[in-house]
């Protein structure tokens, strides 16, 4: 099934000076249901744009976007929120986990939004999804007790406590050191995989990028596909250099 379709997408903004820049010009993108698509692309291309225009926080400025089929510049925002609320999940390079309540707390946050359910039902969502990433004997620890690796696992888990289609995923291994990271992103794949989820992860790091089927490029507001698959390893051995995993994508990529 189709989960998102952009055609000749553009987002343009006005500076305060008057006048407009468009970060985005006529991307083109289909995202199936069970995608793994990575995205790099210099600072500045636009990257964090269309992630936030995919995921609903933002709508394009031209162009033809549809989500689930609903065209996303007819929708009303609160239509537009509901619907992030219950098809999207983020994942960000800075955790953003909300810093005095526990990891249970956390992850209970967007559960809120679903009308109907009540706490007990809630907290045992949010219980069962932190089991599931392993965090089941911290459920009461605050993110200043928590590591970075699992102050992302508690992020990750809010981000599919609501078991959302679409996971989108702005650099998420940015703030992890190599072994970590690795150990993330498996842990994001396994979840989509259970969900059927597709999953779209912003990176510079090109052994992630490398663990996608599909690869593109934001260059002149645009998205390109580099689409030679990868020939290296899914999972870069603990130590080695991201740049090792393989020198051909390593020049397309950063091209
Ligand atoms: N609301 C806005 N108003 C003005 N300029 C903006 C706005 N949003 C983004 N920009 C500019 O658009 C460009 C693209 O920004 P964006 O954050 O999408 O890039 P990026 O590829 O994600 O960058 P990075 O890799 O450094 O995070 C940047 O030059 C940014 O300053």
Redesign the pocket.
């Known amino acids: 099934m189709t989960l998102v379709e952009a055609h000749g997408v553009g987002?343009r903004?006005?500076?305060p000076d008057g006048s407009r820049?468009d970060?985005?010009q006529g991307v083109d993108l289909v995202v199936e249901e069970g995608d793994r698509i990575s995205i790099v692309?210099?600072?500045?291309?636009?990257?964090?744009?269309?992630?936030?225009l995919l995921g609903l926080l933002d709508a394009p400025t031209d162009g033809e976007l549809e989500f689930q089929g609903r065209d996303v510049r007819r929708l009303s925002s609160g239509a537009r929120d509901r619907l992030r609320g219950s098809e999207v999940g983020f994942v960000f390079q800075q955790f953003n986990l909300l810093p005095g309540r526990t990891a249970l707390q956390n992850v209970q946050t967007p559960l809120l939004y679903d009308r109907g359910s009540g706490f007990w039902q809630r907290e045992r969502l949010a219980r069962e999804m932190l089991e599931r990433v392993g965090l089941g004997a911290r459920l009461e620890a605050k993110p200043d007790r928590l590591s970075g690796g699992e102050q992302q696992r508690v992020a990750i888990a809010r981000a599919l406590v609501r078991k959302p289609k679409l996971i989108l995923a702005?650099?998420p291994t940015g703030a992890l050191d190599l072994e970590t990271g690795a150990e993330v992103m498996s842990l994001i794949e396994s979840v989509a995989d259970e969900s059927g989820a597709a999953l779209v992860t912003?990176t510079?790091d090109l052994a992630i990028a490398a663990r996608s089927n599909r690869h593109l490029r934001?260059v002149g507001g645009r998205l390109e596909p580099l689409d030679a698959a990868p020939s290296a390893p899914a999972v870069p051995a603990p130590g080695t250099l991201a740049s090792s995993v393989d020198p051909a994508l390593d020049e397309r990529l950063t091209a």
């Open positions: 987002r903004v006005e500076l820049l970060i985005l692309g210099r600072s500045g291309s636009g990257k964090s744009t269309l992630l936030n702005d650099e912003i510079h934001l």
